[in-house]
């Protein structure tokens, strides 16, 4: 169904408040790891003059210095020297795509999973063809490199570890990148990415719409906010799992194509620096599930 709300794109003045807040934890981030005020100047002035560039270009007339100018209000000499250089991009390191493709197979496909859909221990090496072990489970996925050198790579990275058995386990450890480590930045860039770009797309009116919802509470006690995220943890790792093994399993029959897709979740806690009401219940306005 269409929207029935009409069309208002956000002037400059109205955006300014939930720019300010969307960017707060990224300056906090870059203040934290020494990227100062002029160095970020500097990568949005190419991120200006790239995006003025491409997504703004004309159907059937060239982009030209002067228009990307006037888009983005920096000085032609510095749009001249600028375009064509690209911008910052976060590609995914070899390892990272490598490692993801391998552990959302272990976690989707029939072979690799028990009855509880939950991955399996396998040994090490395949006794007889068609059996489910960590050396068919890679060589399914990729025969660019040696099982073993990602068996050793991952128990180096704590992402498996060997069972009494010698079975290779895979540990919770698998979901979350080490912090500050080339994985975990990668998916910042990612994540996050996609997350605003979903947002961007709705405020801006692009059809179809697409899910960004959020369930929000406020006021409530630290114990009531632990129990919540913990809860919340569990409901959306089978959502994920889920999802995975749909996908997994649509990917085997498909086609291909350009197109990719993404499904994301995130929890937050934090204590709110803002005066509360005396009384959990005169928050209810500020409660519940929200666009």
């Given at each position: 169904?269409?929207?029935?709300?009409?069309?208002?794109?956000?002037?400059?003045?109205r955006?300014?408040?939930?720019?300010?807040?969307?960017?707060?934890?990224?300056?906090?981030?870059?203040?934290?790891?020494?990227?100062?005020?002029?160095?970020?100047?500097?990568?949005?002035?190419?991120?200006?003059?790239?995006?003025?560039?491409?997504?703004?270009?004309?159907?059937?007339?060239?982009q030209?210095?002067?228009?990307?100018?006037?888009?983005?209000?920096?000085?032609?000499?510095?749009?001249?020297?600028l375009?064509?250089?690209?911008?910052p991009?976060?590609?995914?390191?070899?390892?990272?795509s490598?490692?993801?493709?391998i552990?959302a197979?272990?976690?989707?496909?029939?072979?690799?999973?028990?009855?509880?859909?939950?991955?399996?221990?396998?040994?090490?090496?395949s006794?007889?063809?068609?059996?489910?072990?960590?050396?068919?489970?890679?060589?399914?996925?990729?025969?660019?490199?040696?099982?073993?050198?990602?068996?050793?790579?991952?128990?180096?990275?704590?992402?498996?570890t060997?069972?009494?058995?010698?079975?290779?386990?895979?540990?919770?450890?698998?979901?979350?990148?080490h912090?500050?480590s080339?994985?975990?930045?990668?998916?910042?860039g990612?994540n996050?990415?996609?997350?605003?770009?979903?947002?961007?797309?709705?405020?801006?009116?692009?059809?179809?719409?697409?899910?960004?919802r959020?369930?929000?509470?406020?006021?409530l006690?630290?114990?009531?906010?632990?129990?919540?995220?913990?809860?919340?943890?569990?409901?959306?790792?089978?959502?994920l799992?889920?999802?995975?093994?749909?996908?997994?399993?649509?990917?085997?029959?498909?086609?291909?194509?350009?197109?990719?897709?993404?499904?994301?979740?995130?929890?937050?806690?934090?204590?709110?620096?803002?005066?509360?009401?005396?009384?959990?219940?005169?928050?209810?306005?500020?409660?519940?599930?929200?666009?």
């Amino acid at each position: 169904m269409d929207d029935p709300s009409p069309r208002t794109l956000p002037d400059a003045a109205r955006l300014q408040a939930p720019i300010a807040r969307l960017l707060r934890p990224l300056v906090r981030l870059l203040i934290h790891s020494g990227i100062t005020f002029p160095a970020l100047c500097d990568l949005l002035r190419e991120l200006y003059v790239n995006v003025a560039e491409y997504d703004f270009a004309l159907s059937r007339k060239e982009q030209t210095d002067s228009r990307v100018s006037l888009l983005t209000g920096i000085h032609r000499k510095e749009v001249r020297r600028l375009r064509g250089a690209g911008a910052p991009i976060s590609a995914a390191p070899a390892c990272v795509s490598r490692a993801s493709r391998i552990i959302a197979r272990w976690l989707a496909a029939p072979q690799f999973t028990d009855e509880r859909k939950r991955p399996l221990p396998l040994p090490r090496l395949s006794e007889h063809d068609g059996d489910a072990s960590f050396e068919s489970l890679v060589a399914s996925v990729t025969r660019d490199v040696r099982p073993r050198a990602v068996l050793d790579e991952w128990l180096d990275r704590k992402l498996v570890t060997i069972d009494a058995e010698g079975r290779v386990v895979l540990a919770e450890a698998a979901f979350v990148p080490h912090s500050g480590s080339d994985q975990q930045l990668y998916y910042l860039g990612r994540n996050l990415h996609d997350h605003a770009a979903a947002a961007v797309a709705n405020v801006l009116g692009e059809k179809p719409r697409f899910l960004e919802r959020a369930v929000h509470y406020e006021g409530l006690s630290e114990a009531l906010a632990q129990r919540l995220e913990e809860r919340s943890r569990d409901l959306a790792l089978g959502v994920l799992q889920e999802a995975n093994r749909e996908a997994h399993d649509a990917c085997e029959t498909d086609a291909g194509g350009k197109y990719r897709w993404t499904l994301g979740v995130y929890i937050y806690r934090e204590k709110d620096a803002k005066p509360q009401p005396e009384s959990p219940a005169q928050e209810n306005d500020a409660r519940g599930p929200s666009q």
